[in-house]
């Protein structure tokens, strides 16, 4: 249904024409556990939903490209022979057009196009909705325009778009995690090496549940890029003592017993949650692996409470989210996922308990907050594919 408004919507703004139009589709993504450690080198264990970005795409005669959505009021467009460069009033184009910068730059050669996309991640919520749009866009050009480049070689473009061209210094979870995700399946990410595997995700009787706060927040205006530069400060510390490349190269035991090397008090904290974080998800996916839930879930509530304590990444919105969601008898872990500062939580939930979770989650929150949240019962979904 979604795919036939798409078309029907594209010609109405484009018009139609001979050349055939051509569908895509990039999920979001929700990280489980191991949050603001994919850029210091830690294991991660995202999964791709079943909510994200729709493309249709149509090349054009000449050499102009024309975007619009179905979200957003706002369309752009510019030419191929124009110098590309990230404008404040293309807004959410800009994404689209860091991709298509990185194709001209690799030689790959493009005509004009028209594009309508349409996204049914919320925006803000912290589910990648970025790295959605930056991957279906990277995908369609490379069939579209024959690219021949490998599905990482795109994630890889992804990555280096959102730091070099939007200007947030993102690790390569997201882009990883919306085009590699598998349905029922989350992925345990060595983003280091970009190692991985696919995990089943057997939850027999609980379910994941994504509770949006509606606490907007701004990737690029946040302290994300601040808290990069506080790890790095601590990797140095370490450095004087340890031959490592990341935070994540060490154990806990191993920084317990070096962590006297960093000097400041915030770049210690920022390395005690990523050192720490890092060994929670390895034992969130053996506890995953036994079927033992209740230790997932008392790990996931660990991860919050050090990003908010030691990170400090939530806002009062997301702890007021965590605390109503652990009143719940039959909520077994809680925790706020992506960067912060506003979006969402991730909770594993018994099935018996989810009316009550939403209706009494929903109604607190409001009552202590002033917003209504969304709660959205997850369904693990595929990774960038044609529609």
Known sequence: MIKNKLKADFIQIYGER???????????????????????????????????????????????????????????????????????????????????????????????????????????????????????????????????????????????????FIGVKCGIMDQFAVAFGKEKSAILLNCDTLDYVYVPLNLDGYRIVICNTNKQRGLGDSKYNERTQECESAL????????????????????????????????????????????????????????????????????????KNLYEVSCFELDVMVEEALKIKGTIGARMTGAGFGGCTVNIVSDAFIDEFKSSVSAHYLERTGLKADITIASVGDGVKII
Request: charged letters at 20%; glycine letters at 8%; proline letters at 4%.
């Open 18 to 164: 001979e050349e055939d139009i051509r569908f895509y589709f990039s999920p979001g993504r929700v990280n489980l556990i191991g949050e603001h450690i994919d850029y210091n080198g830690g294991f991660v264990f995202p999964c791709a939903l079943d909510i994200g970005t729709y493309l249709a795409i149509r090349k054009r005669p000449d050499n102009e490209v024309h975007f619009a959505t179905l979200n957003f009021p706002l369309t752009t467009h510019f030419k191929l022979s124009e110098t590309i460069h990230n404008d404040m009033k293309h807004g959410w184009s800009n994404y689209p057009k860091g991709i298509i910068k990185a194709f001209l730059d690799l030689n790959i050669e493009l005509s004009g196009m028209d594009l309508l996309y349409f996204g049914n991640i919320p925006n803000g919520s912290g589910l990648s909705s970025s790295a959605s749009i930056e991957v279906v866009t990277a995908f369609a050009l490379n069939d579209l325009f024959h690219g021949r480049l490998g599905l990482l070689s795109l994630v890889e473009m992804a990555q280096d778009t959102e730091c070099d």
């Open 236 to 307: 140095k510390g370490l450095q004087k003592a340890l031959e490592i490349n990341y935070l994540c190269d060490i154990t806990p035991e191993i920084f317990e017993a070096h962590k006297g090397f960093i000097d400041q008090a915030i770049p210690l904290n920022r390395a005690t949650h990523a050192i720490y974080e890092n060994d929670r998800v390895k034992k969130a996916v053996e506890a995953l692996k036994e079927n033992n839930l209740e230790a997932f879930g008392q790990l996931m509530t660990a991860s919050h409470y050090s990003l």
